[in-house]
């Protein structure tokens, strides 16, 4: 059993940045992501980091945000670039038990509560 918690959501303006942090239980072997939800929308992936450290990302915000770890592997940081109020969402981390992340929400076996991030113009 794996337990996730995200942190480091809040309140910026448009431009600004935030750094996001999923701690969990154990990360060992598993793939980690990230992915967020807006009030009416599906769940998006962002960013995914295997278990040899290799990263994905989607297109949304590819150049914008980066996944990364500590040698240690934990915790899962998402560092989030050039916010704009489009990125308002409930952000999660997720694992899954395989190496290699995938974009789809059913394919992760254990999910964070989420943590709050609101970008204003």
């Known amino acids: 059993q794996v337990q996730l918690k995200e942190s480091g959501g809040g309140s910026v303006q448009a431009g600004g940045s935030l750094r996001l942090s999923c701690g969990a239980t154990?990360?060992?072997?598993?793939?980690i992501s990230w992915f967020r939800q807006a009030p009416g929308s599906e769940r998006e992936f962002l960013a995914g980091?295997?278990?040899?450290?290799?990263?994905y990302y989607a297109d949304s915000v590819k150049g914008r945000f980066t996944i990364s770890r500590d040698n240690a592997k934990i915790p899962v940081y998402l560092q989030m670039n050039s916010l704009k109020p489009e990125d308002t969402a409930l952000y999660y981390c997720a694992a899954r038990r395989f190496p290699i992340p995938t974009t789809g929400q059913a394919t992760y076996d254990w999910w964070g509560q989420g943590t709050q991030v609101t970008v204003s113009s």
């Open positions: 980091i295997s278990a040899g450290g290799t990263t």
């Open positions: 154990s990360f060992n072997g598993y793939a």
